[in-house]
């Protein structure tokens, strides 16, 4: 998928589900359900339902770390083809997994997803903010995306605006960019669930 070969990696996807589940290991099926981001543009639904019951395997089990990478895929999933707030849990459920274990590079990740989920809602000056403190090199090769969002929030706020929202999250320690990411879903949820009533 990271170099465009969609197609193999769909096929692959299907061919290592088969494997796991002959093993009758929830670590190996919960994490080869998560190879089925593959089909998250081309067959949501089959992408979701898939990731979903990896979701289901790793909290069963007890494996926090596959755990926290499917809810990071599926909040990506959620956020480009389903429904928001169910992408803010799963976001939220990420970075606590991978705040708690101390893993701040996924941390950096999860949060650059939300930064982007938050581009996609309208909640500019809190992706901002995100984005300074979560978009770096390595989130840059992870997620294509992040180029796309920061030139979206320069664009909306303003350059001058954009530098300073950024600039204030990068200053934040991890802890106080947790704090304050959990305080912006909460937020977002309450006005994304007001509106669905």
């Known amino acids: 998928m990271f170099v465009g070969s969609d197609d193999e990696a769909r096929a692959a996807a299907t061919g290592l589900l088969d494997a796991a589940e002959a093993t009758h290991n929830p670590c190996a099926l919960s994490f080869a359900l998560q190879a089925y981001v593959a089909f998250r543009d081309a067959d949501p639904d ?27 895929v599926l ?32 941390v950096r990740v999860n949060l650059a997803v939300l930064a982007g989920l938050f581009d996609h809602l ?23 995306e992040s180029d796309t969002t920061i030139a979206q929030l320069s664009d909306v706020l303003g350059d001058q605006t954009y530098e300073s929202l950024a600039k204030n999250g990068d200053t934040m320690t991890t802890a106080e960019m947790v704090a304050y990411a959990y305080d912006q879903i909460d937020q977002a949820r309450t006005e994304l669930n007001a509106v669905s009533k």
């Open 46 to 72: 089959r992408a979701r339902d898939a990731l979903r019951r990896g979701l289901v395997i790793a909290q069963g089990s007890g494996n926090r770390l596959t755990e926290a990478y499917l809810a990071a």
């Open 75 to 106: 909040a990506r999933v959620e956020a480009e083809h389903g429904d928001p707030v169910a992408a803010l849990g799963y976001t939220a459920l990420a970075v606590r997994n991978h705040h708690d274990s101390g893993n701040t590079i996924q």
């Open 122 to 144: 309208g909640r500019y000056e809190a992706a901002a903010t995100i984005a300074g403190f979560a978009f770096n090199p390595i989130t840059a090769a992870l997620l294509a």
